[in-house]
């Protein structure tokens, strides 16, 4: 090597200074043989010092080069001059340094490695399907649950082309049309979870309820989470009963349309000839036969509406014509109750998209439960406001409110508050699961409120449809301009 | 128009009993049967002002009973009014579409039963 060759002679003839000085102090002025002596002595000596010296570089010069190549137990000896000792002791530094971080950087890969093992027990022992997408809505981690219910594995659902993925997903689920839009409003609110149902046909038949959540950390949106939990049996159970409900329902009405026809006619055609204990026994079966005729008509309705087979007849109405409507269809229970119900419509709340006797038929319950809660000669106010993207209705009341711990059961079905009001008020117990139903089959949402200071305020909200929105909003931007 | 006669089919026995009573009680001259298959043979020696047919019945159906008497250039003027515990919208319009000229849904009132088919037969006269 050339630098260790160069390195040499410069040491050689470094030496010779010493062994030239030392010559000179031995004997100068007597014979030059000593001085040849002195001299070539001193030379000697400088060159076994040299040697010593030139060899600790050449080491520290392998020590560097084993160290560039990742050997890092370099211990060099701290020998020679200061200078090489220096050097030496420079370069066991280095290694010692990079030994001590190349641990800590194995140590931490390990942390990743475990944690990484970690990671994927803990989303592979979930039985709920898991996928992890980036914000640039590739696929990063899938779990063994996900590939079973989706139908791959989790290898091809991590290194399938996305558009593939998607194309093969859309093609096993039961409505291929609508999946691409329905996984679409998945990642329309990017910071908000989002929740539907997703049905896959093949390998076999299996009802997904889909959630998905951002994954957020400081600096943002990371990517969204989506979990797939298997609700087949659920929904096939939830089924079955709506079933059993419905047919059950059908067979009460025919033996219960002939007795409830037979005691009007018993009743109506016999004049005078009844004894008047008769005729209260018959009128008793009579208003019975009506109550359960209500009954029947209610579970079916509800099972309907719960299994989505309601017909709905959606219109454009008139809020405002839809409230009198409401008011004067329970008027007879007002007089009856020396109630008034007062008519609100506030700014804007002018036209509603939505089936009109379904609303009409919440409306009336809702009236009718109020009237059923007042006191006495108070007001039962019934009021409807534009929220922009939805109508919401309210109907309030001065009665007495609801007890907190029957709120959480307000709109299932029968749960009445008390048994002695549902013998007396002729309701079937199914008025507000059946109103329920019916707001959510619009996509809409129904609740109670207390309203200050005393009484109840129920209030629904009808989403309106996206061409009326953008109606309103384009007359606001034309204000604008 | 005026209707003085009806002819109803009605499998179930006691439904077809209290309508019977009930039409005969508001007027009418009623004859029952208790199927689509004795109706169009009891058309065939007379005809009535009016045909009330429920919607499900063993034999011959009300809406297959309904279509072979607006299929008949005999009966084919005869109104029809389907009977049904069923409710759905999509059900009454088959029944319309057979050529009925409306529904009467189950359980129906006894004692408006006839004020209903007056009413309905005056609007499409």
């Known amino acids: 090597m050339r630098p260790a060759l160069s390195l040499r002679t410069l040491l050689a003839l470094g030496m010779f200074a010493p062994g030239l000085t030392l010559a000179v102090l031995a004997n100068w002025s007597h014979r030059p043989a000593v001085l040849v002596a002195a001299v070539a002595g001193g030379w000697a000596a400088g060159w076994i010092v040299g040697l010593r010296e030139l060899r600790a570089v050449r080491d520290a010069t392998r020590a560097v080069e084993r160290l560039g190549d990742g050997e890092l137990s370099v211990s060099l000896p701290e020998i020679g001059s200061a200078e090489v000792r220096a050097l030496a002791r420079a370069i066991n530094h280095v290694g010692a340094t990079a030994s001590r971080r190349e641990d800590q950087l194995n140590a931490a890969l390990d942390d990743a490695a475990t944690q990484r093992d970690l990671f994927s027990s803990i989303i592979n022992a979930s039985s709920d399907g898991l996928l992890l997408y980036d914000t640039d809505r590739l696929l990063v981690a899938a779990n063994v649950r996900c590939g079973e219910l989706l139908g791959f594995s989790v290898q091809e659902l991590l290194h399938t082309p996305s558009e593939v993925l998607r194309a093969n997903l859309e093609e096993r689920t039961a409505a291929p049309a609508i999946y691409q839009d329905q996984l679409e409003r998945h990642f329309q609110k990017a910071d908000q979870p989002y929740q539907d149902t997703l049905v896959i046909e093949e390998p076999r038949r299996r009802v997904l309820r889909r959630y998905s959540c951002p994954v957020i950390n400081h600096r943002g949106v990371q990517g969204r989470v989506f979990t797939y939990t298997d609700v087949t049996a659920e929904s096939d159970l939830d089924q079955m009963k709506s079933e059993f409900v419905s047919t059950a329902s059908h067979e009460l009405r025919t033996p219960l349309t002939s007795v409830h026809a037979a005691l009007q006619l018993a009743l109506t055609g016999s004049g005078d000839r009844l004894a008047d204990e008769d005729r209260e026994l018959l009128e008793i079966s009579l208003a019975n036969t009506e109550r359960l005729v209500r009954l029947v008509n209610d579970l079916l309705d509800l099972s309907k509406l719960e299994a989505g087979r309601m017909p709905f007849d959606v219109s454009t109405m008139r809020v405002g014509a839809l409230l009198d409507e409401a008011a004067r269809g329970v008027h007879v229970l007002a007089t009856t109750r020396e109630a008034r119900i007062v008519t609100n419509l506030g700014d804007g709340a002018e036209s509603m998209v939505a089936d009109h006797d379904q609303i009409l038929r919440v409306l009336t319950n809702l009236l009718s439960n109020a009237l059923k809660y007042s006191p006495t000669g108070s007001l039962v106010h019934l009021s409807a406001r534009d929220l922009g993207d939805a109508v919401e209705v309210a109907v309030e009341d001065e009665g007495p409110g609801i007890p907190p711990e029957q709120v959480d059961r307000l709109f299932r079905p029968f749960s009445r508050l008390g048994m002695q009001e549902r013998q007396t008020s002729g309701g079937t117990g199914l008025g507000l699961a059946i109103s329920r139903a019916i707001i959510e089959q619009h996509g809409g949402r129904i609740w109670w409120e207390r309203r200050p200071p005393r009484g109840s305020r129920f209030v629904f909200v009808v989403p309106q449809p996206d061409a009326r929105r953008s109606a309103v909003t384009a007359v606001g931007d034309r204000a604008v301009a | ?125």
Do not use: W
């Open chain 2, 1 to 125: 128009m005026q209707i003085n006669s009806i002819l109803i089919a009605e499998d179930d026995p006691h439904i077809r009993r209290v309508s019977e009573i009930a039409l005969r009680r508001s007027g009418f001259e009623v004859a029952a049967v208790a199927d689509g298959a004795e109706a169009l043979q009891l058309l065939e020696d007379r005809l009535f002002d009016l045909v009330v047919l429920d919607g499900m019945m063993p034999k011959l159906d009300g809406l297959e009973a309904c279509r072979q008497i607006k299929g008949n250039p005999r009966t084919a003027h005869v109104p029809v009014i389907m009977l049904s515990a069923r409710t759905q919208a999509t059900d009454e319009a088959a029944g319309l579409a057979a050529g009925a000229c409306a529904y009467i849904r189950k359980p129906f009132n006894a004692l408006e039963l006839g004020d209903r088919i007056r009413e309905i037969c005056g609007a499409t006269a």
